[in-house]
């Protein structure tokens, strides 16, 4: 399986119930394809850099996930017709990134384990 990032700009007009399903087509997608979402980060509304589709604003999301390599035709065919996400794109990350992300996704675990001890210590 390989790894990529995905950003998905989602039609700022529609609401935050609407935007939370689309999110969740979209991870449901992915993983019922037989990947996995390793992160997902929510950028929010956002001024688009020039306008697309008469809009100037979108909603960002950043999906980062491992996936079979067939699986981004399909990913790519369902932004396609699915409305609410009108622009897209799909980055295959490299060995180096891979790396990184490995070390980013194992880091927040650690510093919130000894967080807690670092409290004790100063109450003590």
Same mark, same amino acid.
């Given at each position: 399986?390989?790894?990529?990032?995905?950003?998905?700009?989602?039609?700022?007009?529609?609401?935050?119930?609407?935007?939370?399903?689309?999110?969740?087509?979209?991870?449901?997608?992915? %993983?019922?394809?037989?990947?996995?979402?390793?992160?997902?980060?929510?950028?929010?509304?956002?001024?688009?850099?020039?306008?697309?589709?008469?809009?100037?604003?979108?909603?960002?999301?950043?999906?980062?996930?491992?996936?079979?390599?067939?699986?981004?035709?399909?990913?790519?065919?369902?932004?396609?017709?699915?409305?609410? %996400?009108?622009?897209?794109?799909?980055?295959?990350?490299?060995?180096?990134? %891979?790396?990184?992300?490995?070390?980013?996704?194992?880091?927040?675990?650690?510093?919130?384990?000894?967080?807690?001890?670092?409290?004790?210590?100063?109450?003590?």
């Amino acid at each position: 399986m390989n790894f990529y990032e995905n950003i998905a700009i989602i039609d700022p007009a529609l609401g935050d119930e609407e935007i939370e399903e689309a999110s969740r087509k979209i991870s449901d997608l992915i %993983v019922k394809s037989g990947g996995e979402v390793l992160k997902e980060d929510r950028w929010g509304r956002k001024k688009l850099a020039y306008e697309l589709n008469k809009k100037t604003h979108g909603y960002y999301i950043l999906y980062t996930f491992k996936a079979p390599a067939a699986f981004i035709k399909k990913l790519e065919d369902f932004y396609k017709v699915y409305d609410p %996400v009108f622009k897209y794109m799909v980055i295959k990350l490299e060995k180096k990134q %891979v790396a990184a992300l490995m070390d980013e996704l194992k880091k927040p675990a650690e510093p919130a384990a000894e967080e807690p001890v670092e409290a004790a210590a100063e109450g003590a």
